[in-house]
């Protein structure tokens, strides 16, 4: 049997049953994380899920559990459990580099007793400056300083090349 709609069920034919699920006796949540392409802080159904770090940590004491979504699943990490109802819990995510928060990076739920709550962040794609070096329209004329920098570097490499041809075939 599995659980399926609230309601035991043979995997084989979901929607037959004899029984019920039993009920959940503890509570817990779920980190869910998305890409908030409109900005909006509200997940759209074009919105994917993102692959994230978190923390999070009873109210009550300062010890921080490390915690993960992930794109392929759809954004969300795994259920935490074996909480109480009524608990405090603070989660804040781990920004990296590239993205604006959209909700907050830092919040507080009261867990409901024998329920799972959902969390959900949204962040935004910031986009990356782009520096276009401008064209030069002319080139250089003949005899300019950069040329004869240019032809100076050349004539010293080709004369050290030359010196160590040299030394290799003196030393044989």
Not at 25 to 31: E, L, N, Q, R
Not at 40 to 45: I, L, M, V, Y
Not at 91 to 103: F, Y
């Given at each position: 049997m599995i659980c399926w709609n609230g309601q035991c069920r043979n995997p084989?034919?979901?929607?037959?049953?004899?029984?019920?699920?039993?009920?959940?006796?503890?509570?817990?949540?779920?980190?869910?994380?998305?890409?908030?392409?409109?900005?909006?802080?509200?997940?759209?159904?074009?919105?994917?899920?993102?692959s994230w770090k978190f923390e999070?940590?009873?109210?009550?004491?300062?010890?921080?559990?490390?915690?993960?979504?992930?794109?392929?699943?759809?954004?969300?990490?795994?259920?935490?459990?074996?909480?109480?109802?009524?608990?405090?819990?603070?989660?804040?995510?781990?920004?990296?580099?590239?993205?604006?928060?959209?909700?907050?990076?830092?919040?507080?739920?009261t867990l409901e007793d024998r329920s799972t709550t959902t969390v959900r962040f949204g962040n935004k794609r910031t986009k990356p400056e782009v520096t276009v070096a401008p064209t030069p329209t002319t080139l250089p004329e003949t005899g300019s300083a950069g040329e004869q920098a240019v032809t100076a570097s050349l004539s010293f490499a080709l004369i050290g090349l030359g010196l160590t041809w040299l030394r290799s075939r003196l030393t044989q």
């Open positions: 084989q034919c979901v929607e037959e049953s004899d029984c019920s699920c039993e009920e959940k006796k503890d509570s817990g949540f779920i980190i869910e994380k998305y890409e908030d392409i409109d900005g909006d802080a509200n997940r759209d159904s074009n919105e994917p899920g993102l999070w940590r009873r109210d009550e004491d300062n010890q921080w559990y490390a915690y993960e979504t992930y794109d392929h699943n759809n954004g969300r990490g795994g259920r935490v459990g074996n909480l109480q109802g009524g608990e405090q819990i603070v989660i804040r995510e781990i920004m990296e580099d590239g993205w604006h928060a959209t909700t907050p990076q830092e919040v507080t739920i």
